[in-house]
């Protein structure tokens, strides 16, 4: 059963644009994470996100990322003005239920990002 | 340095037989490696891990294998499965800010032959 889903599934966009992406805990979590993979390569980190606050942010996540939880519930990934190289797989993780501090996380099924 | 590298992009092994999957890194800080498991279009699924103070844990027909002073882990699979074709991650986690993060190798794709 899947702890986070995300949407969109698939979104196109033209360079330039902002993007959100969105997760939404099937219960109430106080870890987030955004990773990413580009098309061939690792899965990456980007953030994590604990108790409202970024905790970590790889050099990746730079001033055209950012994350909220604008509602309480839902985990935003927005990126203000996107390039081409953001074109990816983003997926949102949260620990698995019960286990915590030792990198078990549950993936969502990821946002496919593409960039024109 | 916090590289963790899979050095086969892929494997391919008969149905029944053992998968043997590789991992090295560099960072003597990582506290639990893990392995984990993606279907395309997927996220990764969490399959097994291991702590660093640790060098075996064993879950049904997977085996973590640890030898921290080669810094090298590998995972056992046996006996393999058609289920099992996916591409594996090798990933280590560093306990940061409060919140862990994980470092991932490049994957192995392996595929088992009926």
């Known amino acids: 059963e899947p702890e986070v889903t995300q949407t969109p599934s698939h979104q196109v966009t033209q360079m330039g644009q902002e993007v959100i992406l969105r997760c939404v805990p099937i219960s109430n979590h106080l870890y987030f994470y955004w990773y990413r993979q580009i098309l061939g390569q690792k899965v990456e980190f980007l953030v994590s996100f604990y108790n409202n606050e970024i905790s970590e942010k790889s050099e990746i996540f730079d001033d055209q990322f950012s994350v909220e939880r604008p509602d309480g519930s839902n985990f935003t990934l927005k990126i203000r003005s996107t390039k081409l190289e953001d074109s990816a797989m983003y997926f949102c993780a949260t620990p698995r239920r019960g286990v915590v501090n030792t990198g078990e996380l549950f993936f969502g099924e990821g946002s496919r990002l593409t960039v024109l | 340095d916090q590289q963790v590298k899979q050095n086969s992009p892929s494997l391919s092994v008969q149905e029944g037989r053992i998968s043997i999957l590789n991992c090295d890194y560099t960072n003597s800080m990582f506290d639990y490696f893990l392995w984990y498991k993606k279907y395309p279009a997927e996220g990764p699924t969490f399959l097994i891990s291991i702590s660093s103070i640790k060098d075996k844990n064993e879950d049904g027909r997977f085996t973590v294998f640890l030898n921290k002073s080669a810094k090298h882990l590998s995972l056992h699979i046996v006996p393999s499965q058609p289920g099992d074709s996916a591409v594996y991650f090798c990933?280590?986690?560093?306990?940061?800010?409060?919140?862990?993060?994980?470092?991932f190798g490049q994957g192995t794709r392996l595929t088992i032959n009926p």
């Open positions: 990933a280590a986690s560093l306990l940061g800010g409060g919140a862990q993060k994980l470092v």
